[in-house]
T-cell receptor
Framework: GEDVEQSLFLSVREGDSSVINCTYT??????LYWYKQEPGAGLQLLTY?????DMKQDQRLTVLLNKKDKHLSLRIADTQTGDSAIYFC????????????FGTGTRLTVIP | DSGVTQTPKHLITATGQRVTLRCSPR?????VYWYQQSLDQGLQFLIQ???????AKGNILERFSAQQFPDLHSELNLSSLELGDSALYFC??????????????FGNGTRLTVT
């Protein structure tokens, strides 16, 4: 199975950029995902990247994929207090089923 | 609102008891997934159903079982509960059971506390 690691905590000042990192062991996932979990809520799909891409930009979000180093990152530009949440990277199961394997999650705290 | 409904929101029970968690998927979604989120284990995939049939199994204990009914709602049964079963249990749904791009929609979870 997939072994996925993330830093547990990240604090940034409002208006700065946030970079959340994720390293993984199994590189066979076709899509790689970022999910956001706000307090008291379920996980919400933020964005995803196809495995043959290096970068994907979606408004304030930029996803970078380095397949050689097995490293995925999520950059949030102009971070706002509403971005405070736990961010999970996720990879699809390679057995053919649709379930996802999630990283440990990074708790982002935005300081006003 | 993801469209996935989980009940109850909170559940407090004693060790040794049995509970049932319920999930209604998004309208039109055929696949249901159960995940357990705890502080020490993170988010763990338990089991997936597609159109009433078990599709994939993850780290689900033998004391736990699930099913998906003809109306596509799903139930997760947890029995002989232990303190370590205290966690947030999430249900997610997706349109299909297989495919390249997985779009899971999560409910808000059921928080289970075993005392």
């Amino acid at each position: 199975g997939e072994d996925v690691e993330q830093s547990l905590f990240l604090s940034v000042r409002e208006g700065d950029s946030s970079v959340i990192n994720c390293t993984y062991t199994d590189s066979s996932s076709t899509y790689l995902y970022w999910y956001k979990q706000e307090p008291g809520a379920g996980l919400q799909l933020l964005t995803y990247i196809f495995s043959n891409m290096d970068m994907k930009q979606d408004q304030r979000l930029t996803v970078l994929l380095n397949k050689k180093d097995k490293h995925l990152s999520l950059r949030i530009a102009d971070t706002q207090t509403g971005d405070s949440a736990i961010y999970f990277c996720a990879f699809s199961d390679q057995t053919g089923a649709n379930n996802l394997f999630f990283g440990t999650g990074t708790r982002l705290t935005v300081i006003p | 609102d993801s469209g996935v409904t989980q009940t109850p929101k909170h559940l407090i029970t004693a060790t040794g008891q049995r509970v049932t968690l319920r999930c209604s998927p998004r309208s039109g979604d055929l696949s249901v997934y159960w995940y357990q989120q705890s502080l020490d284990q993170g988010l763990q995939f338990l089991i997936q159903y597609y159109n009433g049939e078990e599709r994939a199994k993850g780290n689900i204990l033998e004391r736990f079982s699930a099913q998906q009914f003809p109306d596509l709602h799903s139930e997760l049964n947890l029995s002989s509960l232990e303190l370590g079963d205290s966690a947030l249990y999430f249900c997610a749904s997706s349109p299909t059971g297989t495919g390249e791009r997985v779009a899971l929609h999560f409910g808000n979870g059921t928080r289970l506390t075993v005392t």
